[in-house]
């Protein structure tokens, strides 16, 4: 498996030479951005085509070249340069410098003109963490830092922020992990679990009969009448059967966007146009028909958006991760039509691909080097569904990795919501600064 073997190529042999790799680009107001000649393929250094992947330094907090460096790491969701509230909390304890690294194919550092399948390949969570082990040596070598390095990641990025520091903890003295499901999973029905405890047992049997109704109608419908409705609802870029049913959960947003309340209180089993009038809310306001899977089909969709990489980040879920949300058997809100079968049709439509990925087999390489690491402390958030991939103090057996669990918070909101000295997140605030403080002394 050819992603397995770059990481531990660089994990036995160290860094290439860089000499000469880094540029400097502009001065910001508080930041300095820079651009890295980052290696294209891992595997061929020495014949690799480069791309220009961005990074963002701050100074201000440092004292001298000898100071600590946060490195905050940007995953498929991107940051705009933009360090968070943890990050720059534990850069402003340690007096550190801070540096923030795009992640190759998000935002602006992208390799190709379009995410063609061919292009993609290049896209992997072994390229990723050799990228931020090429940044690392090129900015302590060219801008000539000498202090302890500590890595920052939340979800995704939370990922490379522990392999990163289980796979060379001669580079990266310790790791924080905020909300990173470390461990792939190719189906997680969990998910829809967690969205219908969060509507509530009223308002799921409020909208379950309507969703039931929605997907025969979707499935078996005539063409002229599934076209008819497909409009009725405002599906412009969404044309396919599919597609539709996979617009129809829309709850998800909802959820995130804290609706929950509104919505519920709308909805009643014996009218569906209050249903009917959220979906189509929904696709006009939550850009769900933009980012439909008929579009993530589009090699073009890069022009589309380059602040969340949802073609990109597909590619990831169906080539390495899973997390692929199907409906859960019998007390969830997700059309049933979201299933396996389903998810392998989208990934051999989309990319190719003739099998869904074999995630105990990432696993075996990854996590089984994480479990066996130190100095990682991975931050699980109470009301996020992907804190049963992460290690937490349920599940943790080894001593070397600390482990928080913030009880009512949500995916990634503790690296936000954390106040200048971790005050907003109470005594869990105050633990990830004292780990911060231990690895960058």
Same mark, same amino acid.
């Given at each position: 498996?050819?992603?397995?073997?770059?990481?531990?190529?660089?994990?036995?042999?160290?860094?290439?030479?860089?000499?000469?790799?880094?540029?400097?680009?502009?001065?910001?107001?508080?930041?300095?951005?820079?651009?890295?000649?980052?290696?294209?393929?891992?595997?061929?250094?020495?014949?690799?085509? %480069?791309?220009?992947?961005?990074?963002?330094?701050?100074?201000?907090?440092?004292?001298?070249?000898?100071?600590?460096?946060?490195?905050?790491?940007?995953? #498929?969701?991107?940051?705009?340069?933009?360090?968070?509230?943890?990050?720059?909390?534990?850069?402003?304890?340690?007096? +550190?410098?801070?540096?923030?690294?795009?992640?190759?194919?998000?935002?602006?550092?992208?390799?190709?003109?379009?995410?063609?399948? /061919?292009?993609? %390949?290049?896209?992997?969570?072994? &390229?990723?963490?050799?990228?931020?082990?090429?940044?690392?040596? +090129?900015?302590?070598?060219?801008?000539?830092?000498?202090?302890?390095?500590?890595?920052?990641?939340?979800?995704?990025?939370?990922?490379?922020? &522990?392999?990163?520091?289980?796979?060379?903890?001669?580079?990266?003295?310790?790791?924080?992990? +905020?909300?990173?499901?470390?461990?792939?999973?190719?189906?997680?029905?969990?998910?829809?679990?967690?969205?219908?405890?969060?509507?509530?047992?009223?308002?799921?049997? &409020?909208?379950?009969?309507?969703?039931?109704?929605?997907?025969?109608?979707?499935?078996?419908?005539? #063409?002229?009448?599934? #076209?008819?409705? %497909?409009?009725?609802?405002?599906?412009?870029?969404?044309?396919?059967?599919?597609?539709?049913?996979? &617009?129809?959960?829309?709850?998800?947003?909802?959820?995130?966007?804290?609706?929950?309340?509104?919505?519920?209180?709308?909805?009643?089993?014996?009218?569906?146009?209050?249903?009917?009038?959220?979906?189509?809310?929904?696709? +006009?306001?939550?850009?769900?028909?933009?980012?439909?899977?008929?579009?993530?089909?589009?090699?073009?969709?890069?022009?589309?958006?380059?602040?969340?990489?949802?073609?990109?980040?597909?590619?990831?879920?169906?080539?390495?991760?899973?997390?692929?949300?199907?409906?859960?058997?019998?007390?969830?809100?997700?059309?049933?039509?979201?299933?396996? #079968?389903?998810?392998?049709?989208?990934? %051999?439509?989309?990319?190719?691909?003739?099998?869904?990925?074999?995630?105990?087999?990432?696993?075996?390489?990854?996590?089984?080097?994480?479990?066996?690491?130190?100095?990682?402390?991975?931050?699980?958030?109470?009301?996020?569904?992907?804190?049963?991939?992460?290690?937490?103090?349920?599940?943790?057996?080894?001593?070397?990795?600390?482990?928080?669990?913030?009880?009512?918070?949500?995916?990634?909101?503790?690296?936000?919501?954390?106040?200048?000295?971790? /005050?907003?997140?109470?005594?869990?605030?105050?633990?990830?600064?004292?780990?911060?403080?231990?690895?960058?002394?």
């Amino acid at each position: 498996m050819k992603v397995l073997s770059i990481v531990l190529a660089f994990a036995l042999f160290g860094p290439m030479a860089i000499a000469g790799d880094l540029s400097f680009l502009r001065q910001g107001e508080q930041m300095e951005e820079w651009a890295i000649a980052q290696v294209l393929d891992h595997d061929n250094p020495s014949s690799s085509p %480069r791309f220009e992947q961005k990074i963002y330094l701050y100074q201000g907090f440092a004292k001298a070249l000898s100071s600590p460096v946060i490195l905050q790491i940007c995953g #498929e969701e991107g940051c705009d340069g933009v360090p968070t509230a943890a990050a720059i909390a534990a850069a402003t304890q340690a007096e +550190a410098f801070l540096l923030v690294v795009e992640h190759r194919f998000y935002e602006s550092s992208q390799p190709f003109a379009d995410l063609s399948t /061919e292009n993609l %390949r290049f896209l992997s969570t072994a &390229a990723a963490v050799n990228d931020l082990i090429r940044v690392i040596e +090129a900015v302590k070598t060219e801008l000539r830092l000498t202090g302890k390095w500590l890595s920052v990641g939340c979800s995704y990025a939370g990922n490379l922020s &522990a392999y990163l520091r289980a796979f060379r903890p001669d580079l990266v003295n310790g790791a924080i992990a +905020a909300s990173a499901p470390v461990q792939a999973e190719l189906l997680v029905p969990h998910f829809d679990t967690y969205l219908a405890s969060v509507l509530g047992p009223e308002c799921v049997a &409020a909208i379950r009969p309507h969703i039931q109704a929605l997907e025969a109608f979707i499935q078996t419908a005539s #063409e002229e009448d599934f #076209e008819k409705f %497909r409009l009725s609802i405002g599906l412009q870029i969404t044309k396919s059967r599919e597609g539709v049913l996979d &617009a129809l959960h829309f709850t998800p947003a909802l959820v995130r966007d804290g609706l929950v309340g509104d919505f519920c209180r709308s909805q009643s089993a014996n009218d569906i146009q209050p249903y009917l009038a959220w979906w189509k809310w929904s696709l +006009a306001n939550k850009s769900l028909d933009r980012f439909s899977i008929e579009s993530i089909m589009d090699p073009s969709f890069v022009t589309v958006d380059l602040s969340f990489g949802v073609r990109q980040w597909w590619w990831q879920m169906c080539t390495e991760y899973g997390y692929l949300q199907v409906a859960a058997s019998t007390n969830g809100v997700a059309p049933q039509r979201l299933n396996e #079968e389903f998810y392998a049709n989208f990934c %051999r439509e989309a990319f190719g691909l003739e099998q869904l990925p074999d995630t105990n087999r990432f696993n075996e390489f990854y996590l089984s080097r994480v479990k066996q690491s130190d100095r990682i402390l991975f931050v699980a958030s109470e009301d996020d569904p992907y804190s049963k991939l992460t290690i937490t103090p349920e599940n943790n057996t080894n001593p070397g990795l600390r482990t928080l669990l913030i009880p009512g918070d949500s995916h990634c909101s503790a690296m936000q919501d954390f106040g200048s000295e971790g /005050e907003a997140l109470g005594p869990q605030g105050r633990a990830i600064l004292e780990a911060v403080a231990e690895w960058t002394r």
